[in-house]
């Protein structure tokens, strides 16, 4: 088998038994891009040299966890020295002065770094076609979208170029683009994981999570990346336990949650019959499965675009061309402001950003964004209910599989909806991952989701585990 379909744990065990050197691992994967990356386009920008090098590697302490794997990272997580640009005009020419702290945790556990993924703009997207620097293509079929915004981490975990990515995740930014492309995403509970470093889309509803080709990868970068940080104040001060060791054991016992709201008209008939055998394999496992109800999910979407706009507005403020990336050389100060923001910005950011700026605008505060956070307790509080009943929850993670590129970039609503059955999670603060569960008829990927209480990732990832050892669907390939 190639080293490249191998996973991150069954590499690093080669690393750690000198089976296998990082030097021929990194050229390996840099092979492997440069043959479809061709076809995929899923780097903005990629490193012939590791961009980390491991010194004394000989003496480095090989239970760190990394030693020598390659991570691609999505090109809104600051690396030192590298340009970070969140595939935006705007930001041409930045080069990160610090590294985001996971990618310090990331040095620190022995990886290198192998290149930036592309990414809807700015984080603004389900689709990876909002982009400066082009349309990512799923490996499964090179003419649909794989999925957004961080569509470039998932198409180069399921395309090979990589084992393990970091991606981000305000409204399904992780599962929606690991759903349509046949891979792992998984989604933290907000505050688990550091956001300092990362730069911001919405705050209250941005976190770092990963991409990868089995669950226990997942664990495995988990156990690097999460913990206190006292440099994001919104990073939570909670136990991490060992993401690996909870996998263990069987599901036997467990209770799971189908809530209603979520196989509604609209949900693809080859999706629900994916999800429905998935559920079906729980029940095997002893899993005790329960009808629920989330009672304002439908209010989900419409208060996300209330909130994650207006959120955004104030935080992409700071681009104006005085400080970082593009400036227009207009000699009028006003003027220039206006055209480095009309030129750098593509039409999605401008779209959101006059979006955000109106429901925070004087007169309409109350009536749209006030209103939009006392929904977002509501939502939230549905699934505190729940979990008083169940200890996990399942649902399809898309209400459909990878659509064709040019589909629906015309249509926003459309484009929204595409994560109807993610956004309540952002908005609640909860962990969510998306595992494969199957295919349609056109041999793509179906994602099925797994929701857990805040701070239970590891509840999750047991979850997600159990399911893998008694399936196969995340062992499958695309032909490229």
């Known amino acids: 088998m190639e080293l490249y379909n191998l996973s991150a744990v069954e590499l690093t065990e080669k690393l750690k038994n000198k089976e296998l050197d990082s030097a021929t691992l990194y050229a390996h994967f840099l092979e492997r891009i440069k043959d479809v990356e061709g076809k995929i386009k899923a780097f903005v920008r990629y490193n012939e040299k590791p961009c ?8 480095y302490p090989l239970n760190k966890g990394l030693y020598g794997l390659s991570v691609a990272i999505k090109d809104n997580i600051c690396i030192k020295g590298k340009e970070t640009t969140c595939s935006s005009k705007i930001l041409q020419g930045f080069k990160a002065p610090y590294d985001a702290t996971v990618i ?12 930036q993924t592309n990414m809807d703009e700015f984080a603004f997207g389900s689709s990876t076609e909002t982009s400066f620097y082009g349309v990512t293509h799923n490996p499964w079929e090179l003419e649909r979208i794989p999925g957004g915004s961080s569509g470039g981490s998932a198409a180069a975990v399921a395309a090979g170029e990589v084992t393990v990515a970091l991606g981000s995740d305000t409204g399904g930014s992780i599962r929606q683009p690991a759903a349509m492309c046949g891979v792992v995403g998984l989604k933290p509970t907000y505050g688990r994981v550091s ?18 080709k089995t669950v226990e990868d997942a664990a495995l970068i988990m156990n690097i990346i999460s913990g206190k940080d006292e440099r994001d104040s919104t990073s939570c001060d909670v136990e991490t336990p060992d993401f690996i060791e909870v996998l263990k ?19 693809n008939s080859e999706v629900k019959a994916a999800v429905d055998e998935a559920i079906k394999v729980f029940k095997k496992l002893g899993v005790e499965v329960e009808e629920i109800s989330l009672p304002h999910t439908k209010y989900a979407v419409s208060t996300y675009y209330l909130i994650a706009p207006a959120e955004a507005s104030s935080n992409l403020a700071r ?55 006392k929904a977002r307790a509501i939502i939230a509080n549905d699934f505190k209910e729940a979990f008083k009943r169940v200890d996990f929850i399942l649902t399809p993670t898309t209400p459909t599989t990878a659509f064709k590129i040019n589909e629906k970039i015309a249509d926003p609503l459309q484009m929204y909806l595409s994560d109807i059955f993610t956004i309540p999670v952002n908005l609640a603060g909860i962990p969510a ?14 994602g099925l989701q797994i929701i857990t209480k805040a701070f239970d990732e590891a509840t999750m990832l047991k979850v997600g585990y159990g399911y893998q050892q008694n399936t196969s669907w995340h062992k499958e390939k695309p032909n490229l």
């Open 52 to 59: 980390h090098l491991i010194k004394n590697k000989d003496n």
């Open 195 to 212: 956001r300092y470093g990362l730069i911001a889309f919405a705050s209250s509803l941005d976190q770092i999570g990963t991409l990868s």
């Open 104 to 115: 310090s945790k990331l040095k620190e556990a022995g990886a290198s770094f192998i290149g």
């Open 249 to 267: 054991g069987d599901l036997k016992g467990l209770k799971a949650g189908i809530p209603k709201e979520y196989f509604i008209e609209g949900l």
């Open 433 to 446: 991952m998306s595992i494969p569960c199957g295919f349609d008829s056109k041999k793509l990927p179906v």
């Open 319 to 373: 681009f104006d061309g005085v400080q970082y990336g593009v400036r227009d050389k207009a000699s009028d100060l006003m003027q220039m402001y206006k055209n480095t923001r009309a030129e750098g910005f593509g039409q999605e950011a401008i779209r959101r950003i006059i979006l955000g700026t109106y429901s925070l605008s004087s007169g309409y505060y109350e009536a749209y964004y006030l209103k939009a956070l």
